[in-house]
């Protein structure tokens, strides 16, 4: 049984930090595609960045470039987020997904996700 727990979620002032960890457990093989997603009230979830399996391939939404940074701890099997100069645009619950492929932005696309957790950035 697959399960992902996010967790780092919280309350930042504008121009924070914060840094969110998924830790993964049930994924068998390697080719599979880490990505954190998000969904604002009234949005749909969006693609904020994706790593596969390796740590080779790495993609960022263009809201996220420059600002966050994804990375993968195979050995602990976590996925985690660092977000820097936060935005009250980024106030969403932040979800990490999982898929057998390669890192795709459809949430659609992805087979296991988390519970999600919330990152409110205040202005």
């Known amino acids: 049984q697959v399960q992902l727990v996010e967790s780092g979620g919280g309350l930042v002032q504008a121009g924070g930090s914060l840094r969110l960890s998924c830790t993964a457990s049930?994924?068998?093989?390697?080719?599979?595609?880490m990505g954190w997603f998000r969904q604002a009230p009234g949005k749909e979830r969006e693609f904020v960045a994706g790593?596969?399996?390796?740590?080779?391939?790495?993609r960022y939404a263009d809201s996220a470039k420059g600002r966050f940074t994804i990375s993968a701890d195979n050995v602990k099997d976590t996925v985690s987020l660092q977000m820097t100069s936060l935005k009250p645009e980024d106030t969403a619950v932040y979800y990490c997904?999982?898929?057998?492929?390669?890192?795709?932005?459809?949430?659609?696309?992805?087979?296991?996700w988390g519970q999600g957790t919330q990152v409110t950035v205040s202005s």
């Open positions: 997904a999982s898929r057998y492929g390669a890192i795709a932005a459809p949430y659609a696309q992805y087979d296991y």
């Open positions: 049930g994924l068998t093989g390697s080719n599979i595609a």
């Open positions: 790593i596969s399996g390796r740590g080779s391939t790495i």
